[in-house]
């Protein structure tokens, strides 16, 4: 099958043909990271641009999001592997930011990896990462932001860890599309990672 084609359903926003298609692909025996890179992540990263470039405005985006979450729920238990848990993890995306797509990708490659993870969702408050962290044990707190105006919410959340003592038992672990490596150095986070396999194996290795 051509993968392809799932990436054009997707950019049309046709959720159940998304979702007809990956799975057709599944029991074509595709491995389900091949799926989710040059199907819905390819069709994905087309709708970006074209967001980008004004060729497409917020409900087209809406319905290739919910084209792109039905299906990559789909591949969700095959790109699962060892089912042992080696942490706890809570994750969000941070206050005034609704995206994630993204976040929803980390969560799934760290639970595939065994690793317990708490969703808080998206418009998290820098206090809500925090109190989770503290009454869920949680040795990962995971940040998520897509917007430059959001992403600066990630350092109130690494100084909300230090103000509640608990900074030397949590890793803080952030990522999305403007944040950068220096952005991690410079605001005291402990990783930055760039896609959602990346922070996976990062997250193990805090774990392990
Ligand atoms: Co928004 N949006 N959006 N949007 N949107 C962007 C981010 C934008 C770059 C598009 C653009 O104009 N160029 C732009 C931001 C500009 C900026 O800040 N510099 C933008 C804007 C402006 C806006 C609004 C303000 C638009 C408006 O209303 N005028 C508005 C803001 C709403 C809000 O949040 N308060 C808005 C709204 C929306 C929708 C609701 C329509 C929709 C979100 C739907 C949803 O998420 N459920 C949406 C979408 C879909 C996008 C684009 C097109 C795609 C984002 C996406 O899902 N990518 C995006 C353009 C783009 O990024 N090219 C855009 C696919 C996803 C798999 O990638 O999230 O980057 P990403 O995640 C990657 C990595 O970044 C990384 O791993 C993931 C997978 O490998 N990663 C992590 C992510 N989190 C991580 C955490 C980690 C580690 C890695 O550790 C914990």
Redesign the pocket.
């Known amino acids: 099958m051509d993968l392809q084609e799932i990436s054009v359903q997707l950019q049309a926003g046709k959720a159940k043909i998304v979702k007809t298609l990956v799975q057709q692909a599944l029991d074509e025996g595709i491995p389900a990271k091949q799926i989710l890179e040059e199907g819905l992540?390819s069709g994905?990263?087309i709708?970006?641009?074209q967001?980008?470039s004004g060729e497409i405005f917020?409900p087209e985006?809406?319905v290739?999001?919910r084209a792109?979450?039905m299906g990559a729920a789909l591949l969700k238990p095959h790109l699962a592997g060892e089912v042992q848990v080696k942490g706890k993890v809570c994750?969000g995306?941070v206050r005034?930011?609704?995206?994630?797509?993204?976040?929803n990708?980390?969560k799934m490659l760290m639970e595939g990896k065994g690793l317990e993870v708490i969703d808080l969702g998206?418009?998290v408050a820098p206090e809500t990462f925090i109190k989770t962290a503290i009454e869920q044990d949680c040795s990962i707190i995971?940040?998520?932001?897509?917007?430059?105006?959001?992403m600066g919410v990630m350092e109130e959340i690494v100084k909300a860890a230090e103000a509640a003592g608990i900074r030397d038992k949590v890793k803080i672990?952030?990522?999305?599309?403007?944040?950068t490596e220096a952005f991690c150095r410079q605001i005291g986070a402990d990783?930055?990672?760039?896609?959602?396999?990346?922070?996976a194996d990062q997250a193990v290795a805090y774990c392990s």
């Open positions: 992540l994905m990263s709708v970006g641009d967001f980008r917020v985006v809406l290739a999001a792109m979450n994750i995306t005034g930011d609704l995206h994630d797509i993204g976040k990708l980390v998206t418009d995971g940040c998520s932001a897509l917007l430059t105006t959001t672990m952030i990522g999305g599309a403007p944040v990783a930055y990672t760039p896609d959602a396999a990346s922070a």
